[in-house]
Nanobody, 120 residues
Framework: QVQLVESGGGLVQPGGSLRLSCAAS????????MSWYRQAPGKQRELVAA???????NYADSVKGRFTISRDNAKNTVTLQMNSLKPEDTAIYYC??????????????WGQGTQVTVSS
């Protein structure tokens, strides 16, 4: 059994910052890519940022220069630092981990999501 637990969402004014964290736990053998997705009301879920085990990252064009993804391989955590937030960043943010369990195949695991609301 593997689970991802997110934290750090909330309400922030435009131009503000939030830091999202996600911790993976359970019968994990190894973790490959870790990523953040978001889904706004009425829209499809989209990739926000992803990071490999080696630290290579990529971002959606809409967040480049404002968001930073990082990870701690020893703690199985991934963080999304979000600066200069805009109302259009409002969404539920989901953490995803591409991993291999101790006794199973390589799988993708999702967190439960955390709400981010950017509004004055």
């Amino acid at each position: 059994q593997v689970q991802l637990v997110e934290s750090g969402g909330g309400l922030v004014q435009p131009g503000g910052s939030l830091r999202l964290s996600c911790a993976a736990s359970g019968s994990i053998f190894s973790i490959y890519a870790m990523s953040w997705y978001r889904q706004a009301p009425g829209k499809q879920r989209e990739l926000v940022a992803a990071i490999t085990t080696g630290g290579s990252s990529n971002y959606a064009d809409s967040v480049k220069g404002r968001f930073t993804i990082s990870r701690d391989n020893a703690k199985n955590t991934v963080t999304l630092q979000m600066n200069s937030l805009k109302p259009e960043d409002t969404a539920i943010y989901y953490c995803k981990s591409d991993l291999r369990t101790v006794a199973g195949p390589r799988i993708g695991v999702w967190g439960q999501g955390t709400q981010v609301t950017v509004s004055s």
